[in-house]
């Protein structure tokens, strides 16, 4: 599966919702209001401003028709610090562009890795995906489900505990089959 809008839509079909590693993204699947966009981006640069040009058309788009865009970069970005140097530079122009408060951004990479934990730290792969990933996010949306979650908090060791119970053969043979 060569298309990376069916790997991400898989992804996250079978490890985001199916998993429950974001107890907020079911509804807004089944309501069709994500977008996948797919940056043509082959440097740092232009993937930033494809994501720019992204969160445009999320704030110039109703909530009731597109919730939260996927920016999906499978040509750029690969290195994992590199990513985290863009996503930086996006979050950067945001909040120059007077988007704070309004959109946020968050993050997926097939290599991610949280700072402080172990390397094979199975904490990494709720934050693993097929491919570079920058999602936009509308910040009243994020506090909404926030606010309506019995316990936001415990989502994170919530995820873990899943994916221990899983085991760890079983995590990864899952997510190297979404880069399939």
């Given at each position: 599966m060569?298309?990376?809008?069916?790997?991400?839509?898989?992804?996250?079909?079978e490890a985001v919702i199916g998993l429950n590693l974001c107890p907020f993204a079911g509804p807004?699947?089944?309501?069709?209001?994500?977008?996948?966009?797919?940056?043509?981006?082959?440097?740092?640069?232009?993937?930033?401003g494809d994501a720019l040009s992204e969160a445009v058309q999320l704030l110039d788009a109703s909530p009731e028709e597109v919730a939260?865009?996927?920016?999906?970069?499978?040509?750029?970005?690969a290195d994992f610090h590199e990513f985290l140097d863009a996503v930086e530079t996006l979050v950067s122009a945001l909040s120059e562009a007077g988007a704070d408060g309004v959109l946020q951004v968050a993050t997926f990479h097939p290599d991610y890795r949280f700072a402080g934990e172990e390397?094979?730290?199975?904490?990494?792969?709720?934050n693993?995906?097929?491919?570079?990933?920058?999602?936009?996010?509308?910040?009243?949306?994020?506090?909404?489900?926030?606010?309506?979650?019995?316990?936001?908090e415990g989502?994170?060791?919530?995820?873990?505990a899943g994916l221990d119970t899983l085991g760890e053969s079983s995590v990864v043979e899952m997510w190297a089959s979404f880069k399939e």
């Open positions: 060569s298309d990376p809008v069916a790997r991400t839509r898989r992804w996250l079909d807004v699947r089944a309501t069709g209001r994500i977008r996948f966009a797919v940056s043509d981006a082959t440097d740092a640069e232009s993937a930033v939260t865009t996927l920016v999906i970069v499978p040509q750029a970005l390397e094979g730290a199975l904490s990494h792969f709720t693993r995906a097929p491919h570079p990933i920058l999602h936009l996010l509308r910040e009243a949306d994020v506090a909404e489900a926030v606010a309506q979650h019995p316990d936001p989502i994170p060791a919530a995820n873990i």
